[in-house]
């Protein structure tokens, strides 16, 4: 089991730069590859990107790349969402997640077995 529990959440301007962490406990956290999802009102839950176990694999949406970058410290048992250049549209609650899965690019939200409870992020413009 993966207990997660997401931080730094915030109101920015568009342009602006946020960090978002994502602590999990549990001692399969450094077998767990990471994902980040977001969900706008009236909208689907949207797939971000995801950090392979290992942390030496990446992979974004299109609409992000280039612009958030994810992380991961298994020593400390955190993985991060950089945003930068952020615009409003990015404006939603972000959710880290967990799945022991590992064939594909894992963008389905059902396709992770662990959730924190979100972390919102509003970007003004």
């Known amino acids: 089991q993966v207990q997660l529990v997401e931080s730094g959440g915030g109101l920015v301007q568009a342009g602006g730069s946020l960090r978002l962490s994502c602590a999990a406990s549990g001692r399969t956290f450094s077998s767990v590859s990471m994902g980040w999802f977001r969900q706008a009102p009236g909208k689907e839950r949207e797939f971000v990107g995801i950090i392979r176990w290992s942390g030496d694999s990446t992979y974004y949406a299109d609409s992000v790349k280039g612009r958030f970058t994810i992380s991961r410290d298994n020593a400390k048992n955190t993985v991060y969402l950089q945003m930068n250049s952020l615009k409003p549209e990015d404006t939603a609650v972000y959710y880290c997640?967990?799945?022991?899965?590992?064939?594909?690019?894992?963008?389905?939200?059902?396709?992770?077995?662990?959730w924190g409870q979100g972390t919102q992020v509003t970007v003004s413009s």
């Open positions: 997640a967990g799945t022991n899965l590992w064939r594909g690019n894992l963008i389905m939200p059902s396709q992770y077995a662990y």
